[in-house]
């Protein structure tokens, strides 16, 4: 079955760390590009990063430039994302999403996504 | 890195059309077509229902289609039905970024 699986998920406190992983399976995971896209509670959806298949680019929205980081290892078809100085606003659903094969722009599919907890 | 501009919620009766906008810029909706559309209920994973502004994906009623005219997208949900009460998101490439969300529009099937 292609699907995605995202753990890692839970309590931190402000300026903490955590490890986000994403477990991809049924499909060729090293021919993807991948992101992460992140959901406060109540809120909307918001593009997190963005690695390229062989972690050649690497992207960052302005909010978690600096603090997180984005890696891939092709060789266990698992996308991470390490969150450090963690703080109150990046509570949120993580979501780990696939971008569509081809020079497209859009992500075809979905995990469930983890809940992560940024709180004293 | 602004949000894309969505309305906050839109309702119609059962068999209506309803249509969301999703207003950008000349940096992301205006300069390229590669909008996308998503659909997301309650407590799930959102759903891809409309890629490159127009294209549905296998598996995605027809009645769902979308549209561009310079800085702003739109999605039409032709002969509304129960099940299309929910969330809907746009998405645009956006160059170095390279993507934005907009703010989200709740359907609501009156």
């Known amino acids: 079955e292609v699907q995605l699986v995202e753990s890692g998920g839970g309590l931190v406190k402000p300026g903490g760390s955590l490890r986000l992983s994403c477990a991809a399976s049924?499909?060729?995971?090293?021919?993807?590009?991948m992101d992460w896209v992140r959901q406060a509670p109540g809120k909307g959806l918001e593009w997190v990063s963005s690695?390229?298949?062989?972690?050649?680019?690497?992207f960052y929205a302005d909010s978690v430039k600096g603090r997180f980081t984005i890696s891939r290892d092709n060789a266990k078809n698992s996308l991470f994302l390490q969150m450090n100085s963690l703080r109150d606003e990046d509570t949120a659903v993580y979501y780990c999403?696939?971008?569509?094969?081809?020079?497209?722009?859009?992500?075809?599919?979905w995990g469930r996504g983890t809940l992560v907890t940024v709180s004293s | 890195q602004s949000a894309l501009t969505q309305p906050r919620s839109v309702s119609g009766s059962p068999g209506q059309s309803v249509t969301i906008s999703c207003t950008g810029t000349s940096s992301d909706v205006g300069g390229y077509n590669y909008v996308s559309w998503y659909q997301q209920h309650p407590g799930k994973a959102p759903k891809l229902i409309i890629y490159?502004?127009?294209k549905r994906p296998s598996g995605v009623p027809d009645r769902f289609s979308g549209s561009k005219s310079g800085n702003t997208a739109s999605l039409t949900i032709s002969g509304l039905q129960a099940e299309d009460e929910t969330d809907y998101y746009c998405c645009s490439y956006a160059g170095t970024y390279p993507y934005v969300f907009g703010t989200g529009t709740k359907v609501t099937v009156l």
């Open positions: 999403a696939r971008e569509s094969s081809g020079a497209n722009w859009y992500f075809d599919l």
């Open positions: 049924g499909f060729t995971f090293s021919t993807y590009s």
């Open positions: 490159d502004v127009s």
């Open positions: 690695i390229s298949s062989t972690s050649s680019y690497m």
